[in-house]
T-cell receptor, first 114, second 111 residues
Framework: ETGVTQTPRHLVMGMTNKKSLKCEQH?????MYWYKQSAKKPLELMFV???????ENNSVPSRFSPECPNSSHLFLHLHTLQPEDSALYLC?????????????FGPGTRLTVL | KQEVTQIPAALSVPEGENLVLNCSFT??????LQWFRQDPGKGLTSLLL?????REQTSGRLNASLDKSSGRSTLYIAASQPGDSATYLC??????????FGAGTTVTVRA
């Protein structure tokens, strides 16, 4: 596998479910990001991790819980979501976060909350 | 707060025509500017990255310019092809980790 991979690619869940999104980067990067892309809206940064430490939490509701066990893996744990949370969730990585190096994106997980 | 605007929101051109996509931003204190391509339902592909000290970057048929003082960047795509049909996103990097994205320009190149 190369680049940034995300699983699952599609997810449908009820408001009472608990699920997790997974992201893995094979680029040797030190920073990883979660973004949300809703229809007709610009991408919104949710979380930034640098060397496995969270360095940015962009006022995201607590029903979204990130986890970064190592510099190659990033998870987004979901619980008691709302229908308005339906969106494309994109993971990205970059060599460094401070330098704002070029960001490389995964294919995204299309989430539908019923 | 950085705000990024992309005009037009959609563009349709015949094959072979040159494309001009515009991006404007409100805060000129940027670190860099990145152009991405997004195909329907897919992730983003990085096209060009311009550092704040640079005026332009070129890659094949793509050329991006940056004018920090006026808060503008332009992406030129020469001799467009149907395969260039996609949404093009502009993202401005500030030195507090964040990329601020525009809403994108959706391009259709007609064969």
């Amino acid at each position: 596998e190369t680049g940034v991979t995300q699983t699952p690619r599609h997810l449908v869940m009820g408001m009472t479910n608990k699920k997790s999104l997974k992201c893995e980067q094979h680029l040797g990067h030190n920073a990883m990001y979660w973004y949300k892309q809703s229809a007709k809206k610009p991408l919104e940064l949710m979380f930034v991790y640098s060397l496995e430490e969270r360095v940015e939490n962009n006022s995201v509701p607590s029903r979204f819980s990130p986890e970064c066990p190592n510099s190659s893996h990033l998870f987004l744990h979901l619980h008691t979501l709302q229908p308005e949370d339906s969106a494309l969730y994109l993971c990205a990585s970059s060599q460094e976060d401070r330098g704002l190096d070029e960001q490389f994106f995964g294919p995204g997980t299309r989430l539908t909350v019923l | 707060k950085q705000e990024v605007t992309q005009i037009p929101a959609a563009l349709s051109v015949p094959e072979g025509e040159n494309l001009v996509l515009n991006c404007s931003f409100t805060d000129s204190a940027i670190y860099n500017l990145q152009w991405f391509r997004q195909d329907p339902g897919k992730g983003l592909t990085s096209l060009l990255l311009i550092q704040s000290s640079q005026r332009e970057q070129t890659s094949g048929r793509l050329n991006a310019s940056l004018d920090k003082s006026s808060g503008r960047s332009t992406l030129y795509i020469a001799a467009s092809q149907p395969g260039d049909s996609a949404t093009y996103l502009c993202a401005v990097g500030s030195n507090d980790y964040k990329l601020s994205f525009g809403a994108g320009t959706t391009v259709t190149v007609r064969a």
